[in-house]
């Protein structure tokens, strides 16, 4: 023990090896949450699973290496690299192993296995390393850490019944981590380094300590982005998922309460893209990032309530069920639809709105979203029109961006013109390029409200964000769809008059023949 002792404190970095049980703390719990919630959802099980072995593996084999990293060596080390790579394989591909038998009831079998897996991948770790040394074993040493390995690795396992509470995570966690530990640190007390000038040193493909440091840090970020995500829904879906299908199938009080959950949410991400109004680089990112993982619950839940208000399953009894599987649902897709928004949004401000460009005939998306809107306008009792010429030239361009841009300035001119106005679009070619103008006779705007509705999350009237329902992200997307174009978009308005949104590609995206 005290040699294991003496390992940890003169043969490694200290901060480095803190370091290194930091993450693996925090891997493991997050690992062990998401198999909580595998154990929890059947019909999600594989997605749980998957996310528990990626959490668990890619956590030993980081912890590993920055260990390594925090070890002292009088000669340069390299690590291979086909050696390196297939010690994160074992890790998550043993660790999925593990899981899946403890999902299958096989608790002790599956903590066998971790503590295998711990195993293998350390010491087709140490295999990799390169150097002029070479590496005496100590057989006694090398067993013992493989028995700490398993044998904590199990005992974490059999106590996983008891993790539900805080106190019964911590310590099953806790376990785990010392075996993780204690493997790897009793294995390293069994390395004797010494000088041989004939070995094989590091290559020139071998993974010097720089990249090994950097590839270690990719894996810690990927372990902090999974656990804070982890985190976050764990907290999010805790007591929901678990009441859920109950809730819907025996009480309509309960489906009025996952109703206003759900406008709550609305109402909270509202609030929220308010507030984010003066974000920066580095919030757009995480937005996408946040939008992405929101999608996932939310589409489950459309997905389920579809199900309801179709009776897919059989008769709901009555039909006050079937209205408010209605409710959530429409609550649901709106709230896709915000969220959808900030996803291009944040794309858009993080620099990464990718376009799939294609020569096209801009005539014919244009009937298209005319389409989509005409329920809507004929509801509304609007009149929309089109101005489109006969011949025209086709446009590089992105066909779902085109579309999006169209469909958005149509619908935020038909949601600000009263019954009885009217919507018109056109279509004109110069030289300077296309340009597809949506005007409408509508409330208007002022001088002073134009670049208002050009920021982000701008609203130009607190009294009209709550009278006409919107995020304030429409224009400004279209604005950076254009750009991303090449092109711009302008805007003339007069308060009680009307606006005339135009969006202009330059002339360099048409093709010179035009086309019948």
């Known amino acids: 023990m005290l040699k294991i002792v003496g390992c940890i404190v003169d043969g490694h970095n200290l901060w480095l090896v803190v ?175 010494a000088y041989d000038p004939w070995a094989s040193s590091a290559g020139a493909t071998a993974l010097q300590r720089q990249s090994l440091a950097i590839g270690v840090a990719a894996v810690a970020i990927l372990l ?121 949004f944040s794309k858009a401000e993080a620099g990464r709105l990718d376009l799939r460009e294609e020569q096209l005939d801009v005539r014919d998306i244009v009937t298209d979203c005319l389409r989509l809107v005409a329920p809507g306008a004929r509801e509304a009792e609007i009149s929309v029109t089109a101005d489109l010429p006969a011949a025209a030239p086709t446009v590089l361009a992105d066909a779902r961006r085109l579309k999006q841009i169209a469909l958005n300035l149509l619908s935020n001119a038909l949601k600000f013109t009263p019954a009885g106005g009217a919507v018109r679009v056109s279509l004109s070619f110069d030289d300077d390029g296309m340009l597809i103008a949506v005007a409408d006779t509508g409330i208007g705007m002022t001088p002073e409200q134009i670049p208002v509705a050009l920021q982000a999350f701008g609203q130009i009237d607190s009294r009209l964000s709550r009278s006409y329902e919107g995020t304030g992200l429409g224009l400004p997307l279209c604005r950076h769809m254009a750009e991303a174009h090449g092109g711009d978009l302008s805007i003339e308005s007069a308060l009680g008059r009307g606006t005339t949104v135009t969006v202009r590609f330059p002339a360099e995206r048409l093709e010179l023949t035009r086309a019948a």
């Open 224 to 344: 902090l982005g999974i656990g804070m995500l982890g985190a976050i829904l764990d907290g999010y879906l805790a007591d929901r998922n678990a009441l859920e299908a109950e809730r819907l199938r025996r009480y309509v009080s309960e489906l009025e309460r996952t109703r206003t959950e759900l406008q709550a949410t609305t109402a909270s991400l509202s609030l929220a893209l308010e507030a984010a109004a003066a974000s920066s680089q580095s919030k757009s990112q995480f937005l996408a990032t946040m939008s992405h993982e929101l999608r996932t619950p939310l589409n489950a839940i459309i997905g389920f309530s579809e199900l309801l208000k179709a009776e897919s399953l059989g008769s709901m009894g009555n039909p006050r069920y079937i209205e408010y599987a209605t409710d959530i649902h429409q609550s649901g897709n709106h709230l896709l639809s915000l969220i959808n928004d900030v996803l291009d």
């Open 19 to 193: 370091i290194a049980g930091l993450i693996c703390t925090l891997a493991s719990h997050t690992a062990f949450s998401l198999l909580h919630r595998a154990m929890q959802q059947a019909s999600q099980r594989p997605a749980w699973l998957a996310g528990a072995a990626v959490a668990m593996g890619s956590g030993v084999w980081a912890t590993h290496f920055i260990a390594m990293l925090a070890y002292r060596t009088p000669w340069p080390v390299g690590y291979e690299v086909p050696l390196t790579t297939l010690s994160a394989v074992i890790a998550i591909g043993l660790s999925g192993a593990g899981l899946w038998l403890v999902l299958q009831g096989w608790r002790v079998l599956g903590g066998a296995v971790c503590g295998a897996m711990i195993g293998a991948m350390h010491y087709t770790g140490m295999a990799a390393l390169e150097g002029e040394f070479l590496i005496d074993w100590n057989p006694s040493y090398v067993a013992a850490s493989v028995l700490i390995g398993i044998a904590l690795s199990t005992l974490a396992f059999h106590l996983l019944p008891r993790a539900h509470g805080i106190k019964g995570r911590v310590l099953v966690v806790t376990i785990f981590v010392l075996a993780i530990c204690g493997l790897h640190f009793t294995g390293m007390t069994a390395v004797t380094m």
